[in-house]
């Protein structure tokens, strides 16, 4: 019989996302570039369901159903194009390509635009939830033609996480909106992350607590609003101990955080847009920062190492816990922001609730916390910002107070804390009633004649600031 569906591409996602299709009772047509790695899963996973290995692409388009649906995981750009340039020209009207990896947005609007041109469907999905949820359940964010999602999108939901019964997949869009969904998931994961280390950083250094002691105080919080996959694995990695030294993990890790690029993508999109992720783009800069070895290693010789007297007081968990909260409640109003920009700007017509929506399980930022911004968009769709919400507004002023002190203690202490900075800006930003960006303008006026508006009438104006400095219409 013919197979249902295909994957190619069988590192560790590509083949656990196969398995995860083929226990579902799919039949998988499976195929990898050098075919040892197909090899391998039949041998170790072909018990686990219907499999048909493929040696070449052509093989693997001859066992399948028409329309056909093919599942790319290759590593995103190159490899990506060059699996597309082949299996293109061997496909028929209708069929449809599903790319699985991170691909950039920009370059699943292009390929989706090639492919339709040639009478294909090209789905770029976003998945995420890593190696387990790619076997057993990820979140996955479609995107492409609504003809295409009624081929693929029963297959892609029956894979995916369920939430209460609810898979976490929808159809996001057209084009690249699946792709770019993915990529704010991305950059949200960023930015929590970061603001967990700085947690964990004002507990250890200033609260004076161990690893293991604070992988504790996780968690706990973990059982409160704090509920998230990514503080759950906190207190497991925090709770590590290093065979080899016996020291806790965390300590022998080199301080050099990495990142494959969807933070960074996230970032550039959102100045293109004009939106302020700080949150996202604080959390792409610590990474970098902490990757600046010989700059680190000058300004400690230079300054001398910072040394953080623990000054701890009983407050400071529940100050730091609110404090993380009321921060992460602004980097996905940000990361929320940016998903409303891009929609408009490129006629994708997002639902954010959705978005929040297939969070809830599968993914690397799954929470508890994505059930509130679910509930925030059921409320108003057009909500201008998460923290607005009747929810995340209590919430943030709850938290205010600790949030205000926690910024302190960490300033006066020396312990950087940039997102949990940047994120209490943000809010006061928000929330001014007047932001200097008026001096801004006129210091723009002043040297390059750049006009300003005024508010209390209508029009751009301009000070002949070195002529007599009266007004004139501009
Ligand atoms: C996911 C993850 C996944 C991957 C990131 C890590 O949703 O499953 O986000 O996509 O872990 O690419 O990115 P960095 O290497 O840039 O941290």
């Known amino acids: 019989a013919p197979a249902r569906i295909a994957v190619t591409g069988l590192a560790v996602m590509g083949s656990n996302?196969?398995?995860?299709?083929?226990?579902?009772?799919?039949?998988?047509?499976?195929?990898?570039?050098?075919?040892?790695?197909?090899?391998a899963l039949m041998r170790e996973h072909g018990h686990e369901g219907e499999f048909v290995p493929a040696e070449t692409l052509s093989e693997l388009v001859e066992s399948l159903a028409t329309p056909r649906q093919i599942i790319i995981m290759v590593k995103a750009g190159t490899p990506t194009d060059a699996v597309i340039d082949e299996l293109a020209p061997l496909l028929g009207p209708g069929d449809m390509v599903i790319d699985g990896g991170n691909a950039h947005f920009a370059d699943t609007r292009r390929r989706e635009a090639a492919l339709r041109e040639r009478g294909l469907h090209f789905v770029g999905a976003g998945i995420s939830g890593g190696e387990e949820g790619a076997l057993n359940g990820p979140s996955i964010?479609?995107?492409?033609?609504?003809?295409?999602?009624?081929?693929?999108?029963?297959?892609?939901?029956s894979i995916a996480a369920q939430v209460d019964g609810v898979p976490c997949c929808v159809h996001v869009g057209p084009d690249g909106a699946g792709h770019f969904v993915k990529m704010v998931h991305n950059g949200i994961e960023y930015a929590d992350m970061q603001l967990i280390a700085e947690a964990y950083d004002l507990l250890h250094r200033v609260g004076g607590r161990g690893p293991a002691e604070v992988g504790e105080v996780f968690r706990d919080w973990d059982r409160g609003d704090l509920?998230?996959?990514?503080?759950?694995?906190?207190?497991?990695?925090?709770?590590?101990?290093?065979?080899?030294?016996?020291?806790?993990?965390v300590d022998v890790i080199a301080d050099e955080a990495e990142q494959k690029g969807t933070g960074r993508w996230t970032v550039q999109e959102a100045l293109e847009l004009g939106v302020p992720v700080t949150g996202i783009a604080e959390a792409v800069f610590a990474r970098s920062l902490s990757g600046r070895v010989g700059q680190r290693a000058a300004a400690r010789a230079a300054f001398g190492a910072s040394e953080v007297i623990p000054s701890p007081d009983d407050d400071l968990v529940e100050d730091v816990r609110l404090a993380l909260y009321a921060s992460k409640v602004v980097a996905y109003a940000q990361g929320f922001d940016q998903m409303r920009a891009a929609s408009v700007e490129y006629g994708w017509d997002l639902d954010l609730g959705a978005a929040a929506t297939i969070w809830r399980g599968g993914c690397i930022i799954r929470a508890r916390f994505l059930d509130r911004i679910r509930e925030a968009y059921d409320r108003n769709p057009d909500l201008p910002s998460l923290l607005v919400d009747d929810y995340f507004r209590d919430a943030v002023v709850r938290a205010e107070q600790a949030w205000r002190r926690v910024v302190v203690k960490a300033i006066n202490a020396g312990v950087p804390v940039p997102g949990f900075v940047s994120a209490l800006a943000y809010y006061d930003a928000l929330r001014s009633e007047r932001l200097p960006a008026a001096l801004v303008q006129g210091l723009r006026d002043f040297f390059g004649a750049h006009t300003y508006r005024r508010v209390d009438r209508e029009g751009s104006f301009h000070t002949l600031w070195s002529g007599d400095r009266s007004q004139v219409d501009a």
């Not at 996302?17 to 090899?39: E, Q, W």
């Not at 509920?227 to 993990?249: K, M, Q, R």
């Open 17 to 39: 996302l196969a398995r995860n299709l083929a226990r579902h009772g799919y039949r998988v047509a499976v195929h990898n570039r050098t075919p040892a790695r197909t090899k």
């Open 227 to 249: 509920e998230s996959y990514l503080v759950e694995i906190t207190a497991e990695v925090l709770g590590h101990v290093d065979p080899d030294t016996g020291a806790a993990l």
């Open 141 to 157: 964010m479609p995107g492409g033609s609504a003809e295409s999602y009624k081929h693929v999108g029963p297959v892609l939901e």
